[in-house]
């Protein structure tokens, strides 16, 4: 069973900042694009950001500019660094392994980690 390990959630102010963190195998991790996605009580898991193992990013529209994605091919890691957080941002982030197109949309596979709560006070 592949496993993906986040880290880095936490309770944090309004306009303060986190950067979550997740370990991939080194045999996903090379071949995948991998994304960070979201999920707030209440409400569908969404994708926050994506990135190919050639380095292209994309972002939802919501954390645009406020978000950054990135990945360390050595440490078989990618990152998210988040900046200027919202009580709005306050959910359980998952890593995912999946795959994007030229077009930019990331599609996810099955590989998913077991998520980390970042929740954000006003």
């Known amino acids: 069973q592949v496993q993906l390990v986040e880290s880095g959630g936490g309770l944090v102010q309004a306009g303060g900042s986190l950067r979550l963190s997740c370990v991939a195998p080194g045999s996903i991790f090379s071949v995948n694009a991998m994304g960070w996605y979201r999920q707030a009580p209440g409400k569908q898991r969404e994708l926050v950001a994506g990135?190919?193992?050639?380095?292209?990013?994309n972002y939802a529209a919501s954390v645009k500019g406020r978000f950054t994605i990135s990945r360390d091919t050595a440490k078989n890691t990618v990152y998210l660094q988040m900046n200027s957080l919202k009580p709005e941002d306050t959910a359980v982030y998952y890593c995912?392994?999946?795959?994007?197109?030229?077009?930019?949309?990331?599609?996810?596979?099955?590989?998913w980690g077991q998520g980390t709560q970042v929740t954000v006070s006003s």
């Open positions: 995912n392994a999946g795959f994007m197109s030229r077009g930019g949309t990331y599609y996810s596979t099955n590989y």
């Open positions: 990135i190919t193992n050639g380095f292209r990013t």
